[in-house]
């Protein structure tokens, strides 16, 4: 039996890194790591993902995506045949974002973001003042490679603007009930993780590694 590709893609400004304890059978699955590429100068998402499709070399592949890549691979899977879509601590439509980003296209206020901050996450480590920001600090120089400013400002608009309003039913939503980017409040229609934050691919791999398969495999 040929076995299932599963191509992961991860949240934004994410490195692939963070698909590292995500563990499935390897007599089953194929793991496939998609990287972030840089944007060109105004570009929609749409044109964007469409680049990144390129990167897909399996027919009717799986699609894995957290956050902004739960996005990313919804633009996706409209463009290539696919077998299944799931998202993980994302959104299916503009109509879960909180009333915070909805704002943010509103007021443009997204605009004032200063991504080249991100560029320097090693100076923010040396300046830490507590034990929990110093952590947070490592996690993020570890897990958060792309620092390119175009990318960044493209990214953050990418989802301040995002337009779709219809869900796609055959998406498979798996959303922890402690998200502080996309809180369950706004959420429907998913699997619900007990105790699962906005970055449970590193914290609840566990339970992913093991109920992935299952979600690939059965009918949705």
């Given at each position: 039996m040929s076995k299932i590709p599963v191509y992961f893609m991860p949240g934004l400004a994410a490195s692939t890194s963070i698909f590292e304890r995500i563990h499935l059978p390897e007599d089953q699955f194929e793991m496939y790591l998609l990287e972030w590429i840089l944007p060109e100068p105004k570009e929609t998402l749409?044109?964007?993902?469409?680049?990144?499709?390129?990167?897909?070399?399996?027919?009717?592949?799986?699609?894995?995506?957290v956050s902004f890549g739960g996005i990313v691979v919804q633009e996706m899977a409209e463009i290539i045949p696919v077998q299944k879509t799931i998202i993980i601590s994302s959104v299916k439509t503009r109509n879960e974002f909180p009333r915070r980003l909805?704002?943010?296209?509103?007021?443009?206020?997204?605009?004032?973001?200063?991504?080249?901050?991100?560029?320097?996450?090693e100076d923010f480590g040396k300046f830490a003042f507590n034990q929990t920001l110093t952590q947070r600090a490592k996690l993020y120089e570890k897990y958060l490679s792309v620092r390119d400013k175009s990318y960044l400002d493209w990214a953050i608009e990418s989802v301040v603007l995002w337009d779709r309003v219809e869900p796609n039913p055959l998406v498979i939503h798996i959303h922890g009930d402690k998200d502080e980017v996309f809180p369950i409040k706004y959420i429907q229609n998913c699997i619900v993780v007990k105790g699962g934050t906005h970055i449970m691919i590193l914290n609840k791999h566990k339970w992913i590694s093991e109920n992935l398969p299952k979600f690939i495999l059965y009918p949705s």
């Open positions: 749409k044109s964007y993902v469409a680049r990144l499709a390129i990167h897909v070399k399996h027919p009717n592949p799986v699609l894995v995506g909805k704002l943010a296209k509103t007021t443009k206020a997204y605009k004032l973001v200063p991504t080249g901050l991100i560029q320097n996450l």
